[in-house]
C-alpha cells in the first residue's frame, strides 16, 4: 500500500470519527459545539479524495 493510499484511508476515518462524535454532540447537546466538527469531517474527506486521487495517478 503505496503512502497516498495509506493517507486516503486514514483520512476517511478521522472523517468518520468526526462525523460521528458531531452527530452524538448534536444529538446530545448543541449545534454550536458540533458544527465545527462537521466542518473538519469535510475537510478530512475532501483530503482523501485528493490523496486517493493521486494515489491512482502514480
Request: some cysteine; overall charge positive.
Amino acid at each position: 500500500m503505496n503512502s497516498q493510499r495509506r493517507a486516503a484511508t486514514n483520512f476517511v476515518l478521522l472523517g468518520l470519527l468526526q462525523a460521528t462524535l458531531g452527530t452524538v454532540f448534536t444529538i446530545a447537546g448543541s449545534k454550536d459545539f458540533a458544527a465545527p466538527l462537521f466542518w473538519c469531517a469535510t475537510f478530512s474527506f475532501a483530503c482523501a479524495w485528493f490523496s486517493e486521487r493521486r494515489a491512482t495517478r502514480a
